[in-house]
């Protein structure tokens, strides 16, 4: 039986280790799971919001602070991932010696005291295999290797309007200034970007292309 394609991203206020997540997304096959934390701030009506621009089913969840929303997201992980033959994947969420995603989170988590959520599931990224399997050459002759740009030029990009940013970067000044809604959104099109071309690898490549590892702990409670 094949693995369910899960695909995940986070969105923070930064790169430093001081630096908090914002939002936590997954994409399943029926839709997209997003958490927001607002800092304390009132945020109403978040999901509504995501629902007008959002074709796909969608649901948000707000918390008040980082360590609720990790929280809750270890009890979605709990629930709807762990033992459920589900492949996580993300887009330069953690390679070799570098990534982004999941090496940021583990080190929030350990900050505020919130165990690993992700156990009992193998991971790949999708980075090296879009890259290496795929011609991301643009008809302007220039490589793509970020998110946007490979699914651009392989995908038919219908999420590409979605995102209300025209750099990740944008989503620490939404964050900033309140913007959860755009903030979710931008945040669901990547998600939904990543599983899009999560799938097109699993049509076009072998699996031995998928570097597959487990993201259980060596120890835990």
């Not at 602070?65 to 762990?82: T, Y």
């Amino acid at each position: 039986m094949a693995l369910e394609l899960v695909a995940f991203d986070i969105e923070t206020t930064g790169f430093e280790v001081s630096d908090e997540v914002t939002v936590v997304g997954f994409a399943v096959p029926m839709g997209v799971r997003a958490f927001v934390q607002t800092d304390g701030r009132a945020a109403p009506d978040v999901e509504a919001a995501v629902r007008d621009r959002v074709e796909s089913h969608v649901q948000v969840s707000t918390h008040e602070s980082e360590r609720v929303l990790l929280e809750a997201v270890g009890a979605f992980a709990a629930d709807r991932l762990v033992g459920n033959d589900v492949l996580l994947v993300a887009f330069n969420g953690e390679l070799w010696r570098s990534g982004f995603d999941l090496p940021f989170l583990r080190t929030r988590l350990s900050r505020v005291g919130v165990e690993w959520p992700f156990r009992e599931m193998p991971y790949a990224d999708l980075l090296p295999v879009v890259t290496n399997r795929f011609n991301t050459t643009g008809d302007d002759g220039e490589s793509r290797s970020d998110l946007a740009g490979v699914y651009e030029v392989l995908c038919d990009g219908q999420y590409s309007d979605l995102d209300p940013f025209a750099d990740s970067a944008e989503a620490v000044t939404a964050y900033e200034d309140g913007r959860f809604g755009d903030l979710v959104v931008h945040n669901v099109a990547d998600v939904l970007r990543t599983r899009e071309l999560g799938l097109l690898s699993e049509r076009y490549c072998s699996k031995s292309d998928f570097k597959l590892k487990s993201l259980t702990p060596t120890r835990h409670e």
